[in-house]
């Protein structure tokens, strides 16, 4: 059993971008390497209408087509990009507009930007500037927000200084509302992170996603209690302990309401993974599964497995990948298959996204020509994991320079 993950191939779309315009061309590529449909297990896409629609979108029409062909592929949303969905129901615009005006007067002047950068050097700041914020990458406002809590008294002496004063800063609440806006961004940041890159199992980003939802329970009881607790909101904290407790003490029930709204929306939005919650257990942890619930397929598999304590220190040991690698082929042959599909379940379309910042970079304004068919080969070469073989392909040359 090996495992990769590498793209089949890149087309370029000349005229619409219907569903099923996508599915053709999707099709070309499968055909073009004779590769059967009955093998495909998922299909994994983000939300717009010609990707996930219920009808006629991308993933309904090659999941149509696995059917026919006897296969059965599932249908999930990227997590990454569902997480950032998530992220977006927590709606501060009263404090990200006064943030952004504020950090767009300072930069956007060359003049007022030297003359911030000598005053924070002049004061000994913590930091040395702020960071634009883009709407664009929603989760980018979370080291803008750290950066201008952490400057926020400086900032706010600056600003004074030229005449512009701030007076949400000296707000108690609006305050309060920015630091637990800096807390939850950061807890965001860190899922965030831990949902990206190559090679990550399906069953490894779901339970980065179980974690969270069982943290954000966590945030909830605590801000919910009679005294509230902000052990994990240090933002927070801070301005609650330089306020008297009547003046923002009342927020703490608020902000459980956001987060409980928040924890609902992570519910609903990752109802397709937790439709295949059994079988992500049974995958990620097979010698604690029961096997009267496991498919009637794996149960006599399963037992031999459960009763091998000799697999059951190899498993501890090995990754997931590598245990069902060495698991005997003719002694378990349907766990061997089960677990390929599992294996070949992305959960993000991580390596999409790599590949389109590849693009962004190549596709700059210094660049005079630029065909599709080159940029298919810089692509496949930039995000392959594949090492070619350069002795041999040297060897098969009549001639070749040695100097080169």
């Given at each position: 059993m090996?495992?990769?993950?590498e793209l089949l191939?890149l087309?370029?779309?000349k005229?619409?971008?219907?569903?099923?315009?996508l599915?053709d061309s999707?099709?070309?590529?499968?055909?073009d390497?004779?590769?059967?449909?009955s093998?495909?297990?998922g299909i994994?896409?983000?939300g717009a209408?010609?990707?996930?629609?219920e009808?006629?979108?991308?993933?309904?029409?090659?999941?149509?087509?696995?059917s026919?062909?006897?296969?059965?592929?599932?249908?999930?949303?990227c997590?990454?990009?569902q997480?950032?969905?998530?992220?977006k129901?927590?709606?501060?615009e009263?404090?990200?507009?006064?943030?952004?005006?504020?950090?767009n007067?300072?930069r956007?002047?060359?003049?007022?930007?030297r003359?911030?950068?000598r005053?924070?050097?002049?004061?000994?700041a913590?930091?040395?500037?702020?960071?634009y914020?883009?709407?664009?990458r929603?989760?980018?406002?979370?080291?803008?927000?750290?950066?201008f809590f952490?400057?926020?008294r400086?900032?706010?002496?600056?600003?004074?200084?030229?005449g512009?004063?701030?007076?949400?800063l000296?707000?108690?609440v609006?305050?309060?509302d920015?630091?637990f806006l800096?807390?939850i961004?950061?807890?965001l940041n860190?899922?965030?992170i831990?949902?990206?890159?190559?090679?990550a199992?399906v069953s490894q980003?779901?339970?980065?996603?179980?974690?969270?939802g069982?943290?954000?329970?966590l945030?909830?009881?605590?801000?919910?209690q009679?005294?509230?607790?902000?052990a994990?909101?240090?933002a927070?904290?801070?301005?609650?302990?330089?306020?008297?407790?009547g003046?923002?003490?009342a927020?703490?029930?608020?902000?459980?309401?956001?987060i409980?709204?928040l924890?609902a929306?992570?519910?609903?939005?990752?109802?397709d993974?937790y439709?295949?919650?059994?079988?992500i257990s049974?995958?990620s942890?097979p010698?604690?599964?029961?096997?009267?619930?496991a498919?009637?397929?794996l149960?006599?598999e399963l037992?031999?497995?459960?009763?091998?304590?000799e697999?059951?220190g190899?498993?501890?040991?090995?990754s997931?990948?590598?245990?069902?690698?060495?698991?005997?082929?003719?002694r378990?042959?349907?766990?061997?298959?089960?677990?390929k599909r599992m294996l070949?379940?992305?959960?993000?379309?991580?390596l999409?996204?790599q590949t389109f910042?590849v693009?962004?970079?190549?596709k700059?304004?210094?660049r005079s020509r630029l065909?599709?068919a080159?940029?298919?080969?810089?692509?496949?070469?930039s995000?392959?994991?594949?090492?070619?073989?350069?002795?041999?392909v040297?060897?098969?040359r009549?001639?070749?320079?040695?100097?080169h």
């Amino acid at each position: 059993m090996n495992i990769t993950e590498e793209l089949l191939d890149l087309q370029s779309l000349k005229g619409q971008t219907r569903g099923v315009d996508l599915f053709d061309s999707v099709c070309s590529a499968v055909d073009d390497f004779k590769l059967p449909w009955s093998k495909v297990s998922g299909i994994v896409t983000d939300g717009a209408p010609a990707m996930a629609g219920e009808h006629r979108g991308l993933s309904k029409l090659i999941c149509d087509k696995v059917s026919e062909q006897g296969g059965n592929a599932v249908k999930l949303h990227c997590i990454i990009h569902q997480q950032v969905l998530c992220a977006k129901c927590v709606k501060f615009e009263h404090v990200m507009q006064p943030v952004v005006k504020t950090i767009n007067f300072i930069r956007s002047k060359a003049l007022h930007h030297r003359q911030f950068q000598r005053f924070l050097l002049d004061i000994d700041a913590e930091y040395g500037d702020v960071i634009y914020h883009t709407d664009v990458r929603w989760l980018s406002r979370g080291s803008v927000l750290q950066r201008f809590f952490s400057l926020r008294r400086e900032i706010g002496q600056f600003l004074a200084e030229k005449g512009k004063p701030m007076q949400e800063l000296s707000d108690p609440v609006w305050l309060a509302d920015l630091a637990f806006l800096v807390d939850i961004t950061k807890h965001l940041n860190v899922l965030n992170i831990s949902l990206q890159g190559k090679d990550a199992v399906v069953s490894q980003l779901f339970a980065h996603i179980k974690a969270f939802g069982s943290k954000l329970q966590l945030f909830q009881r605590h801000l919910s209690q009679r005294e509230p607790s902000t052990a994990h909101f240090p933002a927070l904290r801070e301005v609650m302990d330089s306020f008297p407790p009547g003046n923002i003490g009342a927020q703490a029930g608020r902000y459980a309401a956001i987060i409980a709204s928040l924890s609902a929306e992570f519910s609903g939005r990752f109802r397709d993974f937790y439709g295949m919650e059994k079988d992500i257990s049974l995958f990620s942890s097979p010698f604690s599964a029961d096997p009267d619930t496991a498919p009637h397929q794996l149960q006599l598999e399963l037992i031999e497995l459960q009763c091998d304590d000799e697999l059951r220190g190899r498993q501890q040991q090995l990754s997931l990948t590598d245990f069902y690698c060495q698991l005997e082929k003719g002694r378990f042959p349907e766990m061997r298959t089960f677990a390929k599909r599992m294996l070949s379940l992305f959960g993000s379309t991580y390596l999409c996204k790599q590949t389109f910042s590849v693009m962004n970079l190549n596709k700059n304004r210094l660049r005079s020509r630029l065909t599709d068919a080159h940029l298919r080969d810089i692509l496949r070469i930039s995000t392959t994991a594949v090492k070619p073989d350069l002795a041999r392909v040297l060897q098969s040359r009549s001639q070749y320079h040695p100097s080169h």
